[in-house]
Every structure is written in structure tokens, then in C-alpha cells.
């Protein structure tokens, strides 16, 4: 690994070892010196996913993509979230509407909104999901529910396009699973 000088830093047993300073870190200061610095170098460090966004918005799909894929492996919502819609429109990766699927749910399951709105798009148009009006519904009643104030009023747009679709049988289903639904987080 490089250091900020451009010299390679040593390791012993994956942690990188102690500046060459003459002193001795001892005690509570040591301890979190080094779960910063480790923090630092660990593969999904904070900056990691606003890094895969700023990518998705320089439309640097395939480099969003190999930040991202790592982040949402270990259950970070937001890099599924992203991860899916790259999948969904093929962006950085093959278009593959399934795998959109599977990261939308993963993020949506744990309470992301956007994913819940993509998912709920995919089951209406049946892409990557078979064709469920009603789990659609679900998924759109949560996401405009949870939806950012900008973005509540095109989300109740669509979720009530959808339901003009619906029996109202199928209207009280969605919503009865939606009443049900609780959010799980992966970690």
C-alpha cells in the first residue's frame, strides 16, 4: 500500500505497522488510533459509497460498479440501491433485469425507499419478477410513504396509476401486505 509520500507501507499480519516515530503507542488512544487507521484501509471504508455515487453521476458506470458490487455484497442498502438500477439500465455492467431485481429487493427489504419504488416498477412491468399487480402496490404504498418530500408527488402519480389498474380486492391485499411488511436489516 502507498503512503502519502509515495513510499510503500509496511504490514505485519494485514495491519499496516506503526509510523517510525521513537515513541510507543500504548493504552485507550492506541487502540483507537488503530481502528481509525485500520478503518482507513479497510476495503468499504465510508467514502467508498459516495465514491460509487459520484461515479453513477460522472456517468463512470464501470468504475460505480466495482466500488459498489463489494458494498452491497455486505448488505449496505444504498450501494444495492445503485448496484440495481446499474443492472436495471446495464450501465457498468451487463443489462440483466433479474439481478435488478434481487438488488432492489436486498435494498428494499431494509427500508430503501428508491429501491422499493424501482422494485415495485419491475413487478408491474413484470422485468426480472413475474408480473404481480399487487406486490407492485406493495412496494409503491412503502415507497411513497417513506419517499423525500421532492420526490412524493410523482411516486403517488405513479402508485395510483397502478391502482387504477387494481380490483379492490387486489387494493386491500397490497395494502394489507404493505401494513404488514417490516424492514430487515442484513447486518
Known sequence: MMNSDGGDREFEDGVPSAPAC????????????????????????????????????????????????????????????????????????????TEAAMWYRRAAEQGDSLAQYSLGLLYDRGQGVPRDIVEASK??????????????????RIRDAITTKMSRGEIAQARLRALEWVPIREH
Open 22 to 97: 521513537g515513541y510507543r503507542w500504548r493504552g485507550p488512544f492506541a487502540v483507537a488510533a488503530a481502528a481509525l487507521v485500520m478503518s482507513m484501509f479497510a476495503p468499504g471504508f465510508a467514502q467508498s459509497l459516495r465514491q460509487g455515487v459520484v461515479a453513477v453521476h460522472r456517468q463512470d458506470y464501470q468504475r460505480a460498479s466495482r466500488i459498489l458490487i463489494p458494498l452491497a455484497e455486505r448488505g449496505n442498502p444504498s450501494a444495492q440501491s445503485y448496484l440495481g438500477f446499474l443492472f436495471e439500465t446495464g450501465r457498468g455492467v451487463p443489462q440483466n433485469y
Open 139 to 156: 412496494w409503491l404504498n412503502l415507497s411513497t410513504a417513506a419517499a423525500p418530500p421532492q420526490a412524493r408527488e410523482a411516486r403517488q
